[in-house]
């Protein structure tokens, strides 16, 4: 694997961004695969060392034989909201797609995804892409895609209600996650908001929830919304996980985690 990194130009300043190469890429007329990923943090925090970003950068690289550019998008604080890390991550998906040449990638075949708060950003990202811009898949982990998140149904309350609070993501803590990304909590933007967004002519996608997580209603209701509109989805439900279950190194102690990296990287193939 080759790892190098690079910064460029966004409408907020630098984006700095984290490229992994297979070295076994294909390399052919129809060019390699390629994959924008977006960390989670709950909108306030992670980097680009976080297991989410490099561990799973280096992890899907290798599966998909090709290229992986991890974002570092701006963080919500008191001066950074909507639309900026948005913004970000959509001017970092352009740049991929004009690097095609130099990364001997396809931009047909490239997909733009991440987990958690990172998968909200990649997916109002997708929704403001038309063609040819739009990505051939859009991968989401555990994503929260929804203001208020929908409610967990009443046998997965009872078993998440065991969990530590610090395991937890309950209404407050959804209430403040999003507050720190919007600023606020009301006027929400529907059309950059994929749960509240018009779906129609959306990309495939692929969803992994993990199967005890408070945000997993956000995920399948998601699916379901993309399945009305006859947008191509599969999810899958990560056993015994918990929300954030990417973000736990090395892979192969735990299978789960491998076999969601596999079914992310199955896209486009």
Same mark, same amino acid.
């Given at each position: 694997m080759t790892v190098t990194e690079t910064t460029v130009d966004g409408p907020h300043g630098p984006i700095r961004l984290r490229l992994y190469r297979a070295d076994d890429i294909e390399h052919g007329t129809s060019g390699a695969r390629s994959l924008l990923w977006a960390h989670g943090g709950g909108f306030t925090g992670g980097d680009l060392d976080m297991p989410e970003a490099h561990v799973v950068g280096l992890e899907l690289a290798r599966r998909l034989r090709g290229v992986v550019v991890s974002v570092e998008y701006r963080l919500a604080s008191d001066t950074v909201h909507h639309p900026i890390p948005v913004d970000d991550v959509a001017a970092a998906w352009a740049w991929l797609l004009a690097s095609a040449d130099d990364l001997g990638i396809d931009p047909a075949r490239a997909a733009i995804g991440g987990a958690s708060a990172g998968a909200f950003l990649a997916a109002a990202a997708a929704l403001r892409t038309s063609a040819p811009a739009k990505p051939a898949t859009v991968l989401l982990a555990y994503p929260a895609l929804h203001f208020p998140n929908p409610a967990p149904?009443?046998? *997965?309350?009872?078993?998440?209600? @065991? *969990?530590?609070?610090?395991? &937890?993501? #309950? #209404?407050?803590?959804?209430?403040?996650?999003? &507050? @720190?990304?919007l600023g606020r909590i009301t006027g929400i933007p529907s059309a950059e908001t994929p749960g509240a967004a018009d779906l129609s002519g959306y990309p495939p996608v692929r969803i992994v929830v993990s199967e005890f997580d408070d945000l997993r209603g956000s995920g399948e209701l998601f699916a379901q919304q993309l399945a009305s509109c006859g947008v191509p989805v599969e999810r899958t439900v990560a056993e015994g996980m918990l929300h954030g279950h990417l973000n736990i190194p090395p892979v192969d102690l735990i299978p789960e985690i491998a076999r969601s990296l596999d079914f992310l990287a199955m896209s486009g193939r």
């Open positions: 149904e009443d046998a *997965l309350a009872a078993e998440l209600r @065991a *969990l530590p609070p610090v395991l &937890r993501f #309950p #209404p407050q803590t959804v209430v403040e996650i999003f &507050r @720190a990304y």
